[in-house]
C-alpha cells in the first residue's frame, strides 16, 4: 500500500511542512527576498511594488489572507512579475 504525505502547513511531519506553500522559506529571485512561497505566488496578482514587498515578507495563512483582496485577477486575467 502507498503512503500518502499531506504536504499541509500545520502537519506534524516536518518533510509535509516544509514541502508547503505557506512554509516561511526564504529565497532570492531576481534580486528580491522573499519569504515564502505563498507570499510570491500573492505577489502575483499586484503590479504596485509596495504592496509586493508587503507580500514578499509574508508567510502562511496571514499571507494568503491578505492576498484575498487582490483576486480581481482572476476577472482581467493579467498577473505581473
Known sequence: ???????HFRSENELAKSLSNLYPYT????????????GF???LKVNDLSEKNKMWGMHGVKCWRYGQQF???????????
Not at 529571485?29 to 505563498?38: A, K, P, W
Open 71 to 81: 483576486n480581481n485577477w482572476k476577472d482581467i486575467q493579467i498577473l505581473y512579475w
Open 41 to 43: 505566488l500573492q505577489s
Open 1 to 7: 500500500m502507498k503512503k500518502i504525505l499531506d504536504l
Open 27 to 38: 529565497f532570492m529571485l531576481d534580486g528580491f527576498v522573499i519569504c515564502s512561497i505563498e
